[in-house]
DNA sequence: TATTAGCACTCGAGCTGGTTGAGTGCTAAC
DNA sequence: GTTAGCACTCAACCAGCTCGAGTGCTAATA
């Protein structure tokens, strides 16, 4: 990106604030009387037109102000935004809003991503610790009919999957006791990607096991916890996206709908998201948004469980208000479930 | 209702089924063309005249033709229609359609939601087995942090509930252990209903009891499954009914992305029509649905553990095709969870 | 040389008026 | 009781019009 003058920077950025204000193309005249340049608005106009041939702005027609395009939006994030901080009084707003004791996890989850979504009034996102970077904690099983098991498996923070799995002889609940016992006993403490590794050295080691009850377990528990569990997102307040003028027309209501429905591209992205640091900003079609923008954040505690967060809202959101809602509420949930591990 | 007589019921018919063809009003013209009435339209005119006066038919404007009003389809559906049987082609290729060997309630709740979606064409809904009705197996506590207990229920058909707790006293893994013992023993094979009985009078008997761990076991269990459990509903294929042009104006579709979004609703008539024997229709604004008709059937194993699905259009949808599908999903999903509880 | 005033031009939005066609209600004849 | 005929209504569509906001270019200006 060639780099701009003070000028052309502050004329992009001053479009780029009224579009978000207005959601209408922004002329030039509009904009010397909103801001004080002291320019007329011919000469805005020809900064106007270089930003265009830059590719930061475009014009839906001839006789239309400009509005700027996914690119221009991105360089006023990279480089013009400026992110004020919460007040104290904001903040403590906010940690009275989130009360969650007693809650389990799931209703956490959900109860976060309503919550965003009413402080941003866009959609809130959360996805909910991926399975592989849990903490194993316990382990169960059930016996439901012959050679058909439930599995019970919880994590440190108290996240609950189960699954079916079945096992070529039958066993009965005393003896499955005994062997989740031991691996209560075995496994507790390791990361679910650590117990792997684990069961599948030990599996190959003692193939020709004497210890029947250790080798029930082995295979058993191999089968609980080998294959990934799709990622669990919690979406909250699609139908506040509605409102915003750029969905008004049935077909990118439509489309937006089927975003929200199909939840791939959105847990791809909070994936993404879950190994970087800090806030980030996904925008528009080169991640599958078209005309969106995601700003998202993970949370974690100490002993490294992790997921993600997020608004969902036009590209042209408001970011200054919305990054510091998400960053401090991935923040509070961190601590949160630091909390509940303790 | 008054009685129709056999022509105006024909007429009536006609236009119901011309209009859930179409989506158009429908005039008193096209009724003559498409049908072999004998009747010039003129006299279609006075019948239909009729059926307005009796609050069956309107027309949204003066010289658009008729539409049938909700009156209109519920007489149609309770004395005029006939529902086909699936043929055993149908039925087979239905049959083949549900896979659920080796997977857990959940996904296939979900699963057998975007399949009605998938065969209706419009949002396909299940709703879990509710909680007070299912059949107890087994519990299990895990100690999550001083004085806070993650409770894990399983039912019969293996539906997995979990819930957080906090117990005055700090109680270690091992005797949770024995109190869940203690408990799985006591407890199975009643309803939570039943168990809820158990417990409060096993309670107030028992108020100054030696036995510390039974005790614990009550008062732990009592906290555990007292209070109502949401009920769970899988939603799948809301963008379908976005296609339909009832819904391709914007505030239409916003409605029905808030209907969809807030689930009370849907959850309510699911609810009702758990207690219900067979299909039942619901139609339009008398029960919070505007526009739309539900057709849901309720499914149960031999043990009693029940749920509803069923699948929402528009008013004006097929029901002589769709009714016969959730009937016979409904029978399906029934005898899976048989099977799953063998 | 950068800025600006002036001007012709473009184009969507919104209004008007006219036409068309599907449909109605009423009445009088069959 | 049925129907042909007729006047009437109304949404949908189209064409033509004005309006206003905005543009790009050019020539004058500081």
């Known amino acids: 990106m060639a780099e701009l003058n003070e000028r052309s920077q502050n004329i992009l950025e001053a479009i780029v604030k009224d579009y978000i204000a207005s959601a209408e193309p922004v002329g030039s005249r509009a904009i010397t009387r909103r801001h004080d340049f002291n320019l007329s608005p011919a000469s805005v106009r020809n900064v106007m037109a270089d930003l265009e041939e830059m590719g930061l702005l475009c014009s839906p027609h001839t006789s239309a102000g400009r509005i700027p395009t ?35 996890m799931e209703d956490i989850m959900q109860e976060v991503g309503r919550i965003l979504s009413g402080l941003s009034k866009y959609a809130g996102l959360v996805m909910v610790p991926k399975f592989a970077s849990t903490v194993f904690r316990q382990i169960e099983f059930v016996r439901l009919s012959h050679g058909r098991l439930l599995v019970i498996y919880v994590s440190e923070t108290g996240l609950v999957q189960n ?3 079945s096992a070529d002889v039958d066993i009965d609940q005393r003896q499955l006791e005994k062997i989740s016992n031991y691996l209560n006993r075995e496994l507790g403490g390791l990361t679910i990607h650590q117990v ?3 069961l599948k050295k030990e599996m190959q080691e003692e193939m020709s096991l004497y210890d029947q009850l250790r080798k029930k377990a082995l295979s058993l528990s191999f089968a609980a916890l080998q294959d990934e569990v799709e990622d669990q997102l919690f979406v909250a307040g699609t139908s506040l996206m509605l409102e915003q003028p750029e969905f008004s027309s049935p077909e990118q209501m439509r489309r937006l709908i089927q975003t929200f429905e199909s939840k791939k591209i959105l847990i791809d992205l909070l994936d993404r998201s879950q190994s970087a640091q ?8 080169d991640v599958d948004l078209k005309g969106c923008s995601l700003i998202s954040a993970n949370f974690s505690n100490r002993k490294g469980a992790i997921g993600a ?5 036009p590209m042209r959101m408001d970011y200054s208000q919305v990054v510091p809602i ?7 949930v961190s601590r949160v479930l630091d909390r509940e591990a303790e």
Not at 83 to 104: I, P, T
Not at 278 to 285: A, E, H, K, N, P
Not at 326 to 332: G, I, R
């Open 70 to 104: 996914e690119k221009g939006f991105q360089y006023y994030i990279d480089t013009l935004l400026q992110v004020r901080d919460l007040s104290d009084k904001e903040k403590k707003q906010l940690r009275n809003s989130y009360r969650f004791s007693g809650m389990k």
């Open 163 to 165: 699954k079916v799995i």
């Open 196 to 198: 792997r590794e684990k």
């Open 278 to 285: 800090g806030v980030q900003i996904f925008i528009g079609s």
């Open 309 to 313: 967060l997020g608004v969902v809202g």
């Open 326 to 332: 998400v960053d401090f509420t991935a923040q509070l």
